[in-house]
Structure formats: C-alpha cells, structure tokens
C-alpha cells in the first residue's frame, strides 16, 4: 500500500458544519448507503471539493473511509491534495497492471484512504465500465465502511452515469446561479435512467 502526506487547508468553521450536516443526512438514510457517487452537471461547480470534505468528514466518525477519484480525464485532485510522487492509480488497476492494494493510498489523515486516478486514458468510459471496476467496488464494500467516488460533470460524459449505476446512491452538485434548470434536470433524468437513487443535491457556492 502507498503512504501519502496530505496538503492541508483550514477550511471555514461554516463550512465544516455544512459538511458535517450532509454526512449527518446520509446516515439517515441507512447503513446499506454506503458507495456513493458525487458528480455535477458542469465542470468547476465544486464536486471534487464537496466529496473529498465529505469522505474527510466521515473518516472523522472513526469510519474507515475509502475516496476514489474516479475523474480519469481530467482530474483535479492530484495536484490539491498529495505531496509526493503516486506512483500508482486507479487506471493501472483497471487495465490490469496492479492489484487494488497496490493503488490505495494510506493517509495521514485517521481513517481516510485514497486511489486517485492515475494518468489520463484513451479510454476512460470502457474502463469505468468494465468487470475491474465492479469487482473493485464489492472488495470495498467489505473492507470499509464508506466509499465516496468523485466523478466528472454528467453533463459533458457518460462516466458519471456509468459510476453511478454500480453505487447505493450519488449526490449531485449544483453551483448556485451557475446551471439552468433544464439542465440540471437533464442531469437527473440520465441519474435515473442509469438506475441510480439520488440522495440528493448540493448547492454550492451559494451567497
């Protein structure tokens, strides 16, 4: 398994409450909601942000918490989050050159582990599809108690649709002032069409 050191920024007490209120949310919801998918309609809506502080805020619960960044085109994560070279990925598990030990990343945040996405596929769709990724997210339905995956906005790929149909659930993130309603209820009904409960919305960056 990797080790990583985290960078870290202080995030607003308002927002850590936020935070917190959300994961709150989901616990109601039951304990078989447990691999959730976070995507958005457009980029730069602030998916990435809310589901790494939302597996952040589960791992505070003393929940062994496992956050996949499953954006494999362009992720953003990499470069806000690690200090130090990755040397594996969640692409190199998926064409089969390692193990799915071999691309979690421990951190040195309690409780909290990673798999960031590794670099960019010609292929990315094919491989969120294929059997590896179904059979990487029943091994961590059984090694840990919360699974968050990150994935690109809907409304420019198909990735997120096709993630979101393995998962119990996906959250969807809307920037407020920022996406039409058509949209956004676009975005829902593809949700939907691919089986997938959505637990709800976030808006964000809202006043």
Same mark, same amino acid.
């Given at each position: 398994?990797?080790?990583?050191?985290?960078?870290?920024?202080?995030?607003?007490?308002?927002?850590?409450?936020?935070?917190?209120?959300?994961?709150?949310?989901?616990?109601?919801?039951?304990?078989?909601?447990?691999?959730?998918?976070?995507?958005?309609?457009?980029?730069?809506?602030?998916?990435?942000?809310?589901?790494?502080?939302?597996?952040?805020?589960?791992?505070?619960?003393?929940?062994?918490?496992?956050?996949?960044?499953?954006?494999?085109?362009?992720?953003?994560?990499?470069?806000?989050?690690?200090?130090?070279?990755?040397?594996?990925?969640?692409?190199?598990?998926?064409?089969?050159?390692?193990?799915?030990?071999?691309?979690?990343?421990?951190?040195?945040?309690?409780?909290?582990?990673?798999?960031?996405?590794?670099?960019?596929?010609?292929?990315? $769709?094919?491989? &969120? /599809?294929?059997?590896?990724? @179904?059979?990487?997210? *029943?091994?961590?339905?059984?090694?840990?108690?919360? !699974? +968050?995956?990150? $994935?690109?906005? &809907? /409304?420019?790929?198909?990735? @997120?649709?096709?993630? *979101?149909?393995?998962?119990?659930?996906?959250?969807? !993130? +809307?920037?407020?002032?920022?996406?039409?309603?058509?949209?956004?209820?676009?975005?829902?009904?593809?949700?939907?069409?691919?089986?997938?409960?959505?637990?709800?919305?976030?808006?964000?960056?809202?006043?």
């Amino acid at each position: 398994m990797q080790k990583i050191e985290l960078k870290r920024k202080e995030t607003e007490a308002e927002l850590t409450e936020a935070y917190k209120r959300l994961r709150t949310n989901i616990e109601f919801m039951g304990e078989q909601v447990k691999v959730i998918a976070v995507t958005s309609c457009e980029p730069h809506e602030g998916k990435s942000t809310v589901s790494f502080e939302l597996a952040s805020a589960f791992a505070q619960t003393g929940k062994k918490v496992l956050f996949v960044d499953g954006d494999l085109r362009q992720s953003e994560l990499l470069q806000r989050h690690q200090k130090g070279k990755i040397r594996f990925g969640l692409v190199h598990y998926l064409i089969g050159k390692y193990s799915v030990e071999e691309v979690v990343c421990e951190t040195d945040s309690k409780n909290l582990f990673m798999i960031f996405a590794g670099p960019v596929p010609p292929n990315p $769709t094919e491989l &969120l /599809g294929n059997h590896r990724f @179904a059979e990487m997210l *029943a091994k961590a339905r059984e090694k840990y108690d919360v !699974v +968050i995956i990150d $994935t690109p906005p &809907l /409304g420019s790929v198909i990735d @997120a649709a096709i993630v *979101a149909g393995k998962c119990d659930g996906a959250i969807l !993130v +809307i920037a407020d002032g920022e996406v039409r309603y058509p949209l956004a209820q676009k975005i829902k009904e593809q949700l939907e069409k691919a089986g997938t409960r959505i637990l709800g919305c976030v808006l964000n960056k809202a006043g």
